[in-house]
């Protein structure tokens, strides 16, 4: 099976930090994805990478960046974090085509 | 992508089977209906997806209708373990997932 891991399963920061959030997937996948989930908002995709050194901006790009330097692993970056960025963040991969989406366990990650 | 309706939550006795509807009205001849159930604190997870044919695996089954304006997830023998979100995409395949908000479903013992 797919494997994708995030690194972190909670994490607490400060306002303004810079925070790192990385995935790892074990399957060669070309795509992999960053979404965040609230309550009563749903999944939102924040930005996703189609190849190396590839993004794209997803819904809510605002505040985040990301870097996939290798294919196995896709970063989030929150540049300097803040309490809005609450969030539990969860990521996700796939071969492409019909072939679904593998998602992490998710972190969650609280701005104080 | 095309819009998706479901009923924000339904209950199931357990041992019964779940039909959970969705409604796609407006999908594109070469569109995807997938599914996807996330169960509490864990990430979601795909469960079985289909373009014109009815599909079955050890999951699920997927009806979709001849017009494919609607399909029906089935869980033909539902447990306590199924008690999730269940979201209702549909996708052309090689792009970003877009997820609404779901169908709670919970299962009674």
């Known amino acids: 099976d797919v494997k994708v891991t995030q690194s972190s399963r909670y994490l607490v920061k400060r306002t303004g930090e810079k925070v790192f959030l990385e995935c790892v997937q074990d399957?060669?996948?070309?795509?992999m994805f960053w979404y965040r989930q609230d309550p009563g908002l749903g999944l939102r995709l924040i930005y996703f990478?189609?190849?190396?050194?590839?993004?794209e901006k997803g819904d809510i790009p605002e505040g985040y960046s990301v870097s996939r330097e290798k294919k196995e692993r896709f970063s989030l970056i929150l540049e300097s974090a803040s309490t809005n960025q609450t969030s539990m963040y969860l990521c996700?991969?796939?071969?492409?085509?019909?072939?679904?989406?593998?998602f992490g366990s998710g972190t969650r990650l609280t701005v104080v | 992508d095309a819009k998706t309706t479901q009923p924000p939550s339904m209950d199931c006795a357990e041992g019964r089977a779940a039909n959970l509807p969705c409604n796609h009205s407006?999908?594109?001849?070469?569109?995807?209906v997938y599914w996807y159930r996330q169960i509490h604190s864990q990430g979601p997870q795909y469960i079985i997806h289909?373009?014109?044919n009815n599909e079955t695996n050890e999951m699920a089954s997927l009806i979709i209708t001849e017009d494919r304006k609607s399909s029906t997830l089935i869980l033909p023998h539902a447990t306590l373990r199924d008690t999730a979100v269940y979201y209702c995409?549909?996708?052309?395949?090689?792009?970003?997932?877009?997820f609404g908000t779901g169908t709670r479903l919970t299962i009674i013992p």
């Open positions: 990478s189609y190849d190396v050194k590839m993004k």
């Open positions: 995409i549909l996708n052309f395949g090689n792009e970003k997932l877009t």
């Open positions: 996700a991969s796939s071969l492409g085509g019909p072939t679904g989406y593998t």
């Open positions: 399957m060669d996948h070309e795509n």
């Open positions: 407006t999908i594109s001849g070469n569109e995807y």
């Open positions: 289909g373009l014109k």
